[in-house]
């Protein structure tokens, strides 16, 4: 049975490559020469330090412009690898250390509970007082972070959970907002901003994440260097990530008000998520997408492995990552095109993937239960779902860059970092209730649940498909306006 991995794996590097060479002038944007030699440069650039970073100009006004954003975009994707070379090796370094189940699952649950409860702060700073000073602070939190994995002592780790949960929001906020407001700052075009999404999770979540898999596994493995060592070599990366962004980046901010009352920023942004129905459908749409996608994560290796089949987890790893590569070339084809609408197609992929996470629900009642025993090779159900699960990553691919180009059409720029940890509220809740109860409901139930989810997220994105294009009630000033009017009423 283990050819099928290779053919799974084998067949998605071809229909990827196919993709990628295959593509059409309707496919690209535009661009000159000179921006394919700095291209063709960048990627031997990319191939050297393992870096997410590509994009595509028909015009730059100078060159020192595109060398500045390759910079930019090199600092990014170094802080992305080190994420991703700690990620695989948490659960295993907290288990060498002697913790059980119960006490790791209180680890992470508390590293998910301190993005919620820390998010929103650190996304209204990072409006108010810098992105860019946002990003560096993502980058010393996850260091010290990495730090506190090298004590065996658990209200140490327990610290480093939350410093990880803090450095987290400040991931998934501050890199996005910094660049939507550079981006047209220097006056790049809309559809541009679409291309250096699609190629920064084709590598970032993709290629980076299989190649940083593999560094892991060579420094504990090969080298024996111990399961601290990938937190060691990511400490590395992110503090070159961050002497880049100091020595190339530009601040940017939020709200240009002279007030830098955190408290407005953040009745702000409720406002404008309560008073505007896209930002908050949107929001609706990303939290029930991404807590179906982290509680896919823990539940995909019990799914494939029920009883203790030997199934080669960081081989599955890397074909997933493989199969969101997939998507996300099909993302930069769809996005390149004026005449596809994302809102559109996101409905068909929230159907997909809905459909794809029903599989294991479905071979449980459709396949016969094989005699239990343990080991052995995944059984024929396990290949299905395997396939299924793929097409759920491909899923994934596809959403991430689109959901990003939604952001930068709906949320309002002066909080665009508030909304957007505003939005991973409800996300961290429901996947701490889930590591909190993760033994409690079938594995069935969990999947049904998501599959769910999934489909009431397509509904959502039908309605938002519906009033897309419908003009904003209210811009930010006005709303801040309105919400300072109230406050004295309130008072009184």
Same mark, same amino acid.
């Given at each position: 049975?283990?050819?099928?991995?290779?053919?799974?794996?084998?067949?998605?590097?071809?229909?990827?490559?196919?993709?990628?060479?295959?593509?059409?002038?309707?496919?690209?944007?535009?661009?000159?020469?000179?921006?394919?030699?700095?291209?063709?440069?960048?990627?031997?650039?990319?191939?050297?330090?393992?870096?997410?970073?590509?994009?595509?100009?028909?015009?730059?006004?100078?060159?020192?412009?595109?060398?500045?954003?390759?910079?930019?975009?090199?600092?990014?994707?170094?802080?992305?690898?080190?994420?991703?070379?700690?990620?695989?090796?948490?659960?295993?370094?907290?288990?060498?250390?002697?913790?059980?189940?119960?006490?790791?699952?209180?680890?992470?649950?508390?590293?998910?509970?301190?993005?919620?409860?820390?998010?929103?702060?650190?996304?209204?700073?990072?409006?108010?007082?810098?992105?860019?000073?946002?990003?560096?602070?993502?980058?010393?939190?996850?260091?010290?972070?990495?730090?506190?994995?090298?004590?065996?002592?658990?209200?140490?780790?327990?610290?480093?959970?939350?410093?990880?949960?803090?450095?987290?929001?400040?991931?998934?906020?501050?890199?996005?907002?910094?660049?939507?407001?550079?981006?047209?700052?220097?006056?790049?075009?809309?559809?541009?901003?679409?291309?250096?999404?699609?190629?920064?999770?084709?590598?970032?979540?993709?290629?980076?994440?299989?190649?940083?898999?593999?560094?892991?596994?060579?420094?504990?493995?090969?080298?024996?260097?111990?399961?601290?060592?990938?937190?060691?070599?990511?400490?590395?990366?992110?503090?070159?990530?961050?002497?880049?962004?100091?020595?190339?980046?530009?601040?940017?901010?939020?709200?240009?008000?002279?007030?830098?009352?955190?408290?407005?920023?953040?009745?702000?942004?409720?406002?404008?998520?309560?008073?505007?129905?896209? #930002?908050?459908?949107? %929001?609706? *749409? =990303?939290? !029930?997408?991404?807590?179906?996608?982290?509680?896919? $994560?823990? /539940?995909?290796? +019990?799914?494939?492995?029920?009883?203790?089949?030997?199934?080669?987890?960081?081989?599955?790893?890397?074909?997933?990552?493989?199969?969101?590569?997939?998507?996300?070339?099909?993302?930069?084809?769809?996005?390149?095109?004026?005449?596809?609408?994302?809102?559109?197609?996101?409905?068909?992929?929230?159907?997909?993937?809905?459909?794809?996470?029903?599989?294991?629900?479905?071979?449980?009642?459709?396949?016969?239960?094989?005699?239990?025993?343990?080991?052995?090779? #995944?059984?024929?159900? %396990?290949? *299905? =779902?395997? !396939?299924?699960?793929?097409?759920?990553?491909?899923? $994934?691919? /596809?959403?991430? +860059?689109?959901?990003?180009?939604?952001?930068?059409?709906?949320?309002?720029?002066?909080?665009?970092?508030?909304?957007?940890?505003?939005?991973?509220?409800?996300?961290?809740?429901?996947?701490?209730?889930?590591?909190?109860?993760?033994?409690?409901?079938?594995?069935?139930?969990?999947?049904?649940?998501?599959?769910?989810?999934?489909?009431?997220?397509?509904?959502?994105?039908?309605?938002?498909?519906?009033?897309?294009?419908?003009?904003?009630?209210?811009?930010?000033?006005?709303?801040?306006?309105?919400?300072?009017?109230?406050?004295?009423?309130?008072?009184?």
């Amino acid at each position: 049975m283990e050819i099928f991995y290779y053919m799974v794996f084998g067949g998605l590097t071809a229909v990827v490559a196919a993709l990628e060479l295959s593509k059409s002038n309707k496919d690209r944007v535009n661009t000159s020469s000179a921006f394919n030699s700095f291209k063709n440069n960048y990627l031997l650039v990319y191939s050297l330090m393992m870096v997410p970073f590509e994009r595509e100009e028909k015009c730059l006004p100078k060159c020192c412009d595109v060398v500045e954003f390759c910079m930019i975009w090199i600092a990014t994707g170094i802080s992305m690898s080190g994420d991703w070379l700690q990620g695989p090796y948490v659960y295993y370094l907290y288990s060498t250390y002697g913790f059980g189940k119960g006490e790791i699952g209180q680890l992470f649950i508390a590293g998910f509970g301190s993005s919620m409860v820390f998010g929103t702060i650190v996304g209204s700073l990072a409006d108010k007082q810098g992105r860019k000073r946002a990003c560096v602070t993502y980058c010393i939190t996850y260091i010290l972070s990495c730090i506190t994995k090298h004590s065996p002592q658990y209200r140490v780790l327990m610290v480093g959970r939350i410093l990880g949960g803090i450095a987290t929001s400040l991931l998934f906020s501050s890199f996005e907002s910094w660049l939507v407001a550079e981006h047209f700052k220097r006056g790049f075009e809309q559809q541009w901003l679409s291309v250096t999404f699609s190629k920064a999770i084709f590598l970032g979540n993709g290629l980076v994440a299989i190649v940083a898999g593999l560094f892991g596994n060579l420094l504990v493995d090969s080298f024996s260097l111990g399961p601290v060592s990938p937190f060691d070599a990511a400490a590395i990366f992110l503090a070159i990530g961050m002497t880049v962004i100091l020595s190339t980046w530009s601040e940017n901010y939020g709200d240009p008000s002279e007030s830098k009352d955190l408290l407005s920023q953040f009745k702000g942004a409720a406002v404008a998520i309560a008073s505007d129905e896209k #930002i908050a459908l949107l %929001g609706a *749409i =990303q939290s !029930l997408f991404e807590g179906s996608m982290y509680t896919f $994560v823990f /539940l995909w290796t +019990p799914a494939l492995s029920p009883n203790d089949e030997d199934i080669p987890h960081g081989f599955i790893f890397a074909t997933f990552m493989l199969a969101s590569m997939l998507g996300s070339s099909i993302a930069s084809r769809l996005l390149a095109r004026n005449t596809v609408r994302v809102e559109s197609y996101m409905q068909i992929v929230f159907i997909v993937s809905s459909a794809a996470l029903m599989l294991p629900i479905l071979t449980n009642f459709l396949i016969p239960a094989a005699p239990e025993k343990k080991g052995g090779s #995944i059984s024929f159900s %396990g290949c *299905i =779902q395997l !396939l299924g699960f793929c097409t759920f990553e491909s899923c $994934v691919g /596809l959403f991430w +860059p689109s959901i990003m180009k939604m952001r930068s059409q709906y949320i309002p720029e002066e909080a665009r970092s508030t909304i957007m940890n505003f939005f991973r509220i409800p996300l961290n809740i429901f996947v701490c209730i889930v590591l909190y109860n993760v033994n409690a409901f079938p594995i069935t139930v969990m999947f049904g649940m998501c599959s769910i989810f999934l489909f009431v997220a397509s509904i959502l994105q039908r309605r938002l498909a519906a009033i897309g294009e419908k003009p904003k009630t209210e811009d930010w000033a006005m709303m801040k306006e309105r919400n300072s009017e109230v406050e004295p009423l309130n008072d009184a």
